[in-house]
């Protein structure tokens, strides 16, 4: 039970770690000193996964022993999940603009 509370411990700091790192926005997404195409994908990336991230990371800050049950740590942004969670939350939200529209 020792390992469970050290695990639980590691996954909360490095998720605390992750969630400054996953806020930071810049129009040069990739720091080539370029602002470019490749750009405007990354921006376009960060800002779709940005409900699914950020509902994995409070699940890690707030719920980390959930978390860590279901295998979710910081190398869960960004993927098939977390890329679940934003379309939903995403196909609801226009959903709802739409209907009120
Ligand atoms: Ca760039």
Known sequence: ??????????LKSAAEI???ARWQMSWDMNHD?????ADFWL??????F???DAILLLAMMYATPV????GID????????????SAIVWLVTIGYFA???
């Open 67 to 70: 978390a860590l049950f279901l």
């Open 74 to 85: 910081p190398q869960s942004l960004s993927g098939i999940l977390s890329g679940t969670i």
């Open 18 to 20: 992750a969630w400054t």
């Open 33 to 37: 000193d370029v602002v470019n195409l």
């Open 43 to 48: 921006l376009t990336s960060w800002f779709f």
């Open 99 to 101: 209907r009120r529209a």
């Open 1 to 10: 039970m020792e390992a469970q509370a050290a695990a639980i411990a590691h």
């Open 50 to 52: 940005a409900p699914g």
